[in-house]
């Protein structure tokens, strides 16, 4: 009986190995692909971080169509056109469209054939800036009445050597305060 207990764990622990396993794919299998430009995920991320908001992207043609032209279904922020492969095309496989409007004629870059379509809908994120309220400068004040000349020095004399006793005799008095305090603490 022991034995049967042993390989039953070891059967319960190889099943729950395999659910997580399994749990872990779905997980990764449900992550957006914005790594690759013929996902939608990919498109969305790209307009979200060129400042856009609101993003939706859908992919309506993935059959592909026999020729390089495809006339606009509805009004988007973006079309992204994918005609060939980075292998088979001259740069970039994805055209771009910007405000396409219902009825515009859009066609690849290098004329190939359309693989897929990609739509986007979005708006612009809308950043407040204060609008600057202009300044005038107060008017200066005129004078009023006549002009008396006050505290005004005379040419030639400086104030200098009056400065230079206030403080001589400030200098003074604090040491001859503090000298009498040192004589009381005696």
Known sequence: MRHFTMISRGLAAAGVAGLMTVGFAGTALAEPNTDNPNHEAYWEAWLEEDGFVNVDCEK???????????????????????????????????????????????????????????????????????????TTPAPKPTPSGPIVETDVPQSGSSTTPA?????????????AAGAMRRRGEH
């Open 60 to 134: 309506i043609l993935d059959e592909g169509l026999d020729t390089s032209m495809w006339t606009s279904d509805g009004d988007y922020l973006l079309v992204v056109l994918k005609a060939g492969s980075e292998q088979s095309s001259e740069g970039d496989p994805h055209t771009l469209y910007w405000d396409v409007e219902e009825g515009d004629e859009l066609e690849t870059d290098d004329g190939k054939d359309i693989s897929h379509i990609i739509v986007c809908t979005g708006e612009e994120e809308e950043t407040s800036t204060p609008t600057p309220t202009p």
């Open 163 to 175: 400065i230079l006793g206030g403080a001589a005799v400030l200098a003074g008095l604090g040491l």
